[in-house]
């Protein structure tokens, strides 16, 4: 006879096959975007400058090319969340990667043969906004469902890390291969999504959370809603992100800070987007050896305010090693934001709901940054990219005084751990932890 041999339980995320494959894809796919964003960016403000624009016309492109990257994602939001929780959310991610994927190529193709324009770029930012929309949410709630639930803590945190990551060095890359042939970041990008189509593909069947039959899909959405507005650590916590970074965000600038400000071009662009993600990465490799346990929502109000504060000095700033200093900063403030807020969001979600409170902090995260970008652009317009930064600098210091009043559960906030009372769905039962 014999003798079955047990599988010893995986003592952390990835050690499970599902999970790691999921975080390579992801973090490729995150990279490839970031890139493309960068460049789409980079490309139409040096096409309005070379047609004739002046630097706040330009900027005024800039605020489009945001705007046109928010609106299909604010638009979709209700039914990209209702689509991960209804749907398969391997499916869901695997077909935006391939949307991506055509978005890369077009891109790609017309900056080769030197024919990019403002309407392709436009046109493409309108895309890449409606697979963004549906990938955020759909992937966001996979995550929790690929491993056991006593790693969902270190799972989320290692996500949101890879996802804050790839956003940053994304960008730096974009920057930086740009530098030696315009075409090339969306070369790589290109190839980055193939990557991340494959181990996405890799991923086995995972459980799917059961919805209400009784309800229509409309009501599942309002119930989706509803629990964001009712959970008030939630709600704090994607507002807060919500109006300090659409006030306060420096990346959409960086394009006329590289050109007209600091005049450093293109490779002091790439140097301006890859600070913030050094600062980044190692705020994530001191998690990797310190996990944050204690006083999780004060720091996250103090790291905001530290975000607020930097963009004030690198918006004063006409020295290139003090704003490289000052984007390292925000970088470094902005990662460990990010990964309490994610953390909180995720373990105070029921998973049948999440896929819809993804989507609602998805769309608040693209209102922070695609938004942000639309009115950082347009605000520049109108008082000059210096003042713009300047006042979004401060109005995210006034954010976090209002938020942590309005919302005093941010600041009374000890640990990742939800009230046992809480989340009244439990979990859904992993295969391993049968």
Known sequence: MALRVSTPAPTHPLQVHNYRAYLMSRFAMTLGQYAMILIIGWQAYNLARDGGMSIAEASGQLALIGLLQFLPLFVLTPFTGLAADRFDRR?????????????ASVLGWFTYTEQISLPILFAVAVVLGIARG??????????????????????????????????????????????????????????LF??????????????????????????????????????????????????????????????????????????????????????????????????????????????????GLAT???????????????????????????????????????????????????????ASNEGGDAF??????????VAALIAGGVGAIVTVALWSRIFPVLRTTKTFDPPDDLLEDKPTKHPQEA
């Open 91 to 103: 499916t869901i991610g695997l077909l935006t990667i391939f949307l991506q994927l055509g978005c």
């Open 134 to 191: 549906f990938a955020g949410p759909a992937l966001s709630a996979l995550a929790p469902n690929l491993v056991p639930k006593t790693l969902l803590p270190t799972a989320i945190a290692v996500s949101t890390v890879a996802w804050q990551l790839g956003s940053i060095l994304g960008a730096a890359m974009g920057g930086y291969l740009y530098s030696l042939t315009p075409a090339l970041p969306y070369a790589v990008a290109g190839a």
């Open 194 to 307: 193939t990557f991340g189509f494959v181990m996405l593909a890799l991923v086995s069947k995972v459980p799917q959370p059961v919805m209400r039959k009784d309800r229509r899909p409309i009501g599942q959405i309002v119930d989706g809603m509803r629990y964001v507005v009712r959970n008030k650590m939630v709600l704090g916590a994607i507002t807060l992100d919500l109006f300090a970074v659409f006030l306060a965000g420096a990346n959409a600038l960086l394009p006329v800070f590289a050109r007209d400000i600091l005049e450093v071009g293109a490779d002091g662009l790439a140097q301006l987007a890859m600070a913030p993600g050094i600062g980044a990465a190692l705020t994530a490799a001191y998690f990797s050896f310190r996990p944050l346990k204690t006083n999780v929502g004060p720091k996250m109000l103090w790291s905001v305010l530290v975000f």
């Open 312 to 366: 004030i000095a690198f918006a004063l700033s006409r020295s290139m090693a003090l704003s490289l200093a000052m984007l390292f900063i925000i970088g470094a403030a902005d990662m460990f934001s990010v990964y309490i807020r994610q953390s909180l969001i995720q373990l105070h979600t029921p998973d049948d709901k999440r896929g819809r409170v993804s989507s609602v902090s998805m769309m608040t995260i693209s």
């Open 376 to 385: 950082s652009g347009t605000l520049a317009f109108l008082i000059g990219p």
